[in-house]
């Protein structure tokens, strides 16, 4: 069974830094596509930052020069590092990834884990 774990997550300050971390475990064949997303209350889900193929990465233009997506692949995580923190960084972070397994290829998606941005 295929699982994404976050972790990392907590209360920071405004201008803080925090990096989260998603591990993937169980049987898997390919890790294509990984990202994170978040969904701050009363607010639809946006991406915040996805790793394609070939290390291009993608990010949402409210954190463009202050977050970094990276993936470690001998652990099967990827980390979001996160810079100049704001409080409208306030939010549910989920990690989801694009994963080959033993019942073919899907998305899935993690529990989600809380980023609080607050003096």
């Known amino acids: 069974q295929v699982q994404l774990v976050e972790s990392g997550g907590g209360l920071v300050q405004p201008g803080g830094s925090l990096r989260v971390s998603c591990e993937v475990s169980g049987t898997i064949f390919s890790i294509y596509r990984m990202g994170w997303s978040r969904q701050a209350p009363g607010k639809q889900r946006e991406l915040v930052a996805a790793?394609?193929?070939?290390?291009?990465?993608n990010y949402a233009d409210s954190v463009k020069g202050r977050f970094t997506i990276s993936r470690d692949n001998a652990k099967n995580t990827v980390y979001l590092q996160m810079n100049s923190l704001k409080p409208e960084d306030t939010a549910v972070y989920y990690c989801?990834?694009?994963?080959?397994?033993?019942?073919?290829?899907?998305?899935?998606w993690g529990q989600g884990i809380q980023v609080t941005v607050s003096s």
């Open positions: 790793l394609i193929g070939g290390g291009i990465t």
């Open positions: 989801n990834a694009d994963i080959r397994a033993v019942n073919g290829r899907r998305d899935y």
